[in-house]
């Protein structure tokens, strides 16, 4: 079993940025994917980022590309967001989930992951 926990969720203004944090525990996942995904209110939910935990590739949603960064810290067992020139409408909850396999064709299918975190809120008033 793989948890994810995320933290770092806040209130700030447009134009500013936040960090997310999603520490994993549970069983080895050296070869998981790890990815972000975001929910607004009335909204389905989105995929935002990805990462391989092996070898760091990464994906991003065009919406958020050039403003959102995702890292690892393998020996912290942590993932990142750092989000920059936030706007209104990355208004959100911020999922952090896992899936057993590197990024595929799918990476940005809720579908490829199959433990998730509760949430963090992140607000941006304009």
């Known amino acids: 079993q793989v948890q994810p926990v995320e933290s770092g969720g806040g209130l700030v203004q447009a134009g500013g940025s936040l960090r997310l944090s999603c520490a994993v525990s549970?069983?080895?996942?050296?070869?998981?994917?790890m990815a972000w995904f975001r929910q607004a209110p009335g909204k389905e939910r989105e995929f935002v980022s990805c990462t391989n935990w092996r070898d760091g590739n990464t994906n991003y949603a065009d919406a958020v590309k050039g403003r959102f960064t995702i890292s690892r810290d393998n020996a912290k067992n942590t993932v990142y967001l750092q989000m920059n020139s936030l706007k209104p409408e990355d208004t959100a909850v911020y999922y952090c989930?896992?899936?057993?396999?590197?990024?595929?064709?799918?990476?940005?299918?809720?579908?490829?992951?199959?433990?998730w975190g509760q949430g963090t809120q992140v607000t941006v008033s304009s």
């Open positions: 989930a896992a899936g057993p396999k590197l990024l595929g064709t799918y990476y940005y299918s809720e579908e490829t992951y199959i433990y």
């Open positions: 549970g069983r080895s996942f050296s070869s998981y994917a």
